[in-house]
């Protein structure tokens, strides 16, 4: 019986997640038409903002009933969904002409997305509605943010090309793991990964800050990368010693 309630709330969830998520896109093309027209943003703005939502519109429709088993899609996950809305909206400004103006928008808006990432994770446990898909959400949104938030930060002369491995750091491990299986094993909690994936996002989004400059900026980017990198040599190393403890 519970297995059948189960099977059953997962076929009632794709309704109230795709109103859910059909609301955030009406609100996210209205935000990103009015910054458009405000900051006289370059005509493909709405097109690039949308499209980067439409992407995490998918993704989570296509692994939502698989890994989230509830009826509801949740506060924690629509707290998750609004960060990806804002990372679509700091997306978009990829390639736009950035003055002051729109420079502090990004910052405002890079703040919010990393101070609601304090917010998703707490409302789960508080709801007893944590899941695998909820975890997974989080942590891609996380990954987005920061590559956006490097990208943001070479565009705006912050910090030099390099500053865009803190946001491809992830990805290339994720793209390794293809061609090696022992980096795919799971990792145990580290409280270190958590620590430096949370100094990561704070030093970008300081970055961004308009009162701030070079040399301050790349000097920041650079400490936050270089523990960045620090970490995910240990756990590779980590990885790489457990996977020898396991061949036969």
């Not at 101070?115 to 989080?138: K, Y």
């Not at 803190?166 to 061609?179: E, Q, T």
């Not at 909690?189 to 300081?206: E, H, N, T």
């Not at 990368?225 to 970490?231: M, P």
């Amino acid at each position: 019986m519970a297995a059948k309630d189960t099977s059953s709330a997962r076929g009632r969830l794709a309704h109230p997640a795709g109103v859910v998520i059909a609301l955030t896109a009406i609100a996210l093309a209205a935000a990103a038409t009015v910054m458009a027209r405000e900051l006289a943003l370059g005509p493909a703005y709405v097109a690039k903002v949308l499209a980067v939502f439409a992407v995490v519109a998918a993704l989570v429709l296509a692994n939502l009933r698989a890994h989230h088993p509830f009826a509801r899609f949740g506060p924690a996950n629509q707290v998750t969904l609004a960060r990806a809305a804002l990372v679509a909206l700091l997306a978009g400004l990829a390639g736009e002409g950035i003055g002051d103006g729109p420079g502090w928008l990004a910052f405002a808006l890079a703040l919010a997305a990393a101070v609601l990432d304090g917010v998703d994770g707490r409302l789960a446990r508080a709801t007893g509605m944590t899941s695998a898909f909820g975890a997974r959400f989080d942590m891609e949104t996380d990954a987005a943010l920061v590559l956006v938030l490097s990208v943001l930060a070479w565009q705006l002369g912050k910090a030099g090309p390099w500053v865009l491995a803190s946001g491809l750091a992830r990805y290339g491990f994720v793209a390794a793991g293809a061609a090696l299986p022992w980096l795919r094993r799971p990792l145990p909690p580290s409280f270190r990964r958590r620590l430096v994936c949370a100094v990561q996002m704070g030093v970008l989004v300081a970055v961004l800050a308009p009162a701030l400059a070079p040399p301050v900026t790349s000097v920041l980017a650079a400490a936050a990368l270089t523990a960045l990198c620090y970490s995910f040599a240990a756990d590779v190393i980590w990885l790489r010693r457990h996977s020898r403890e396991h061949q036969p």
